[in-house]
């Protein structure tokens, strides 16, 4: 046996922490192979891959404007991502955001639909506040049959995803529906005290973007700085360790879930489209749009004085992002406020 495996031949041993150089190369190599993998399936489709390269990773970064819808879409992303994150670290695999998500945006829209008339400055931060509620107790679901059914957390999360969106659609076909809305399937106009402030002038990025950093830098300290987070580590590196230290499994996927659904429920305020410095709508219309990026039943289109390359961005109002204010003065007239619309 040694003539055929010498001496000399290397072994394999792993690492007990990775070095610095893999973990500068590692997102850098998985950002190239899904780049390359995604330039085959458009080649495979017919498409230009040059055309997408430069439409996907060059021209949001080319002006302004382009650069300021990145940060406003990159924000809720990014705090969906850190409540996750740590349920992954826990090896709970909440999949289901989507579903928390949505009930984080029904649970907001109760005060605009409940009270149109209502006004003053309290009303976007109690949207922030039930919106993050709601999350949290869609995500409840999945903690309770986790726990008490040992049901499989990835399947149920994302089956509950799929019943948060035919309640979104029952209440905007039924008890929420606007009467006054041309029978689309939404809600009623919410009022501009509903809009979160601007935080760039000229922009749509809100003080959202703000919340969602902080937060980010909060999840960091939380994980590496405190004790909870430190139990939730090890119970994910070595259950048996955990458990033997008197680190109780329930309460980590309770608290697990509990953070990715209040994550997830926290990115739900309106937002609306910058406008001329008059505010000045050409034309009244909310129609039913279907987003790209999810199935989320809270999405309006209003006409807008932009030029025509960016008129499908002036218009969108929805849920899936935190909303903001317009960039003016004067609060807008109704035709311009944010509405809330199914998807079907």
Do not use: H
């Amino acid at each position: 046996m040694s003539a055929w495996f010498p001496a000399s031949v290397p072994t394999l041993v792993r690492r007990e922490r990775a070095s610095l150089a893999a973990a500068l190369c590692a997102p850098v190599i998985a950002l190239g192979g899904a780049i390359a993998l995604n330039l085959c399936l458009y080649v495979l489709m017919g498409r230009d891959p040059v055309a997408v390269v430069y439409a996907m990773l060059l021209e949001p970064f080319l002006s302004w404007a382009s650069f300021s819808e990145v940060l406003l879409k990159a924000g809720p992303l990014l705090l969906i991502a850190q409540g996750l994150a740590i349920g992954f670290r826990a090896k709970v695999f909440n999949i289901g955001a989507e579903g928390q998500f949505i009930l984080g945006a029904i649970f907001a829209s109760a005060i605009p639909v409940w009270f149109p008339q209502a006004t003053g400055q309290w009303i976007w931060p109690a949207m922030l506040l039930l919106g993050a509620i709601g999350g949290a107790i869609w995500a409840s679901l999945t903690a309770f049959w986790r726990v008490r059914l040992n049901a499989n957390e990835i399947l149920v999360s994302l089956m509950l995803s799929l019943v948060a969106a035919q309640l979104l659609n029952y209440l905007l076909l039924g008890p929420w529906k606007d009467p006054n809305g041309f029978n689309f399937p939404q809600s009623v106009m919410f009022q501009y005290d509903a809009m979160v402030p601007t935080l760039i002038a000229g922009t749509r990025v809100n003080v959202s973007f703000l919340i969602t950093l902080v937060l980010s830098v909060a999840a960091w300290v939380f994980m590496q700085k405190s004790f909870i987070g430190y139990k939730l580590q090890v119970g994910g590196l070595a259950p048996r360790a955990a458990g033997y230290a008197g680190f109780r499994e329930g309460w980590a996927i309770w608290l697990s879930l509990l953070i990715g659904g209040f994550a997830a429920g926290l990115q739900v305020l309106p937002k609306s489209p910058v406008r001329s410095a008059s505010c000045s709508v050409r034309s009244r219309a909310a129609m039913v749009m279907r987003l790209s990026s999810s199935p989320i039943s809270a999405a309006c289109i209003q006409s807008a004085s932009w030029s025509r390359r960016w008129s499908w961005l002036s218009s969108i109002s929805a849920a899936t992002m935190p909303w903001s204010r317009p960039a003016c003065r004067s609060p807008p007239s109704v035709s311009s406020r944010a509405v809330c619309c199914s998807p079907t």
